[in-house]
């Protein structure tokens, strides 16, 4: 991708049309005005809440590989049982 930017590049300082270089190469033109943000470097990791981890520690069965969503389910399903 990025080597038919720096062509698409070339031909427009060649005073190719944008349109017209973008197609030859099979690019939209969106993907041409983009500019990628920098990316941060140093990301902080936010630890977990004490209590939480200690919750999903205590969890029988559970894999980091859950998803949020799964492993929230899986706590609503389990206090709501634990209720009845």
Sequence with gaps: MTQKRTFVTELQNAQVPLKMAAKAFGLPRSSLYYKAKP??????????????????????????????????????????????
């Design 39 to 84: 990316r941060a470097k140093n990301k902080t990791v936010k630890p977990l809440d004490p209590a939480l981890k200690k919750r999903l520690d205590s969890l029988k069965e559970y894999e980091l590989t859950l998803g949020y969503r799964k492993t929230a389910a899986y706590i609503n399903a389990e206090e709501t049982s634990s209720d009845e």
